[in-house]
């Protein structure tokens, strides 16, 4: 196996290189786990963030950075967009994404009592890795759906295309391979 160094937050990981397709690869970044590197993203992105009264995340990857940012930053509440609609949701905000990690469509759910607690505030939306954007995208459609504004996008890594992007914060930029594990970008 072939892997990415990357050097983030201070801190060096070894990414392995993984297939998406049979002709692009990503470096595989799991922060889930990591507390260490949880920490440290958490409070370089803290430095860089708009005003905010909640962040909100998707599930999974997501849920360690928008804690430990909610944690350092004295937040009492975050918010995750679910993939399965849970028991105890009394109503729901649904959206569909397509991610470049998850085979096919996938939907995030937010329930109703989280959609009104977020009507009117100002939310930063928070992610791992920033790549096509269609993750951020259904995180943007259901806060705008609640009634949020949303005042921010950060990750800590933007990949591919979405290191061009003006319109997020990111710490680090992450290329796209090759079946060899050659940089193609």
């Known amino acids: 196996m072939k892997y990415y160094h990357l050097n983030v937050a201070g801190l060096e990981r070894d990414l392995p290189i993984c297939p998406v397709t049979d002709t692009l690869y990503i470096a595989g970044f799991v922060i889930v ?3 260490e590197l949880s920490a440290a993203c ?28 909610a944690r350092q930053n004295g937040d009492r509440r975050y918010v995750t967009a679910r993939k ?21 469509e996938q939907k995030l759910y937010l329930d109703t009592a989280e959609a ?24 943007e459609k259901l806060a705008q759906a609640t009634g949020g504004e949303v005042v921010g996008k950060m990750a800590i890594l933007a990949e591919g295309d979405a290191r061009n992007r003006d319109d997020i914060i990111y710490l680090e930029g992450l290329p796209l391979f090759n079946a060899n594990g050659e940089i193609i970008d």
């Open 33 to 35: 786990g990591d507390a």
């Open 42 to 69: 958490a409070s370089e992105l803290l430095k860089k963030a708009p005003e905010y009264d909640y962040i909100l995340t998707a599930e999974a990857k997501g849920i360690p950075l928008a804690h430990e940012m």
């Open 84 to 104: 399965k609609k849970k028991a105890y949701m009394t109503g729901v905000f649904e959206v569909t994404v397509n991610s470049i990690t998850t085979a096919g």
């Open 116 to 139: 009104e607690m977020m009507k009117g505030k100002r939310i930063l939306i928070v992610d791992d890795v920033i790549s096509t954007g269609e993750s951020l995208l259904a995180l």
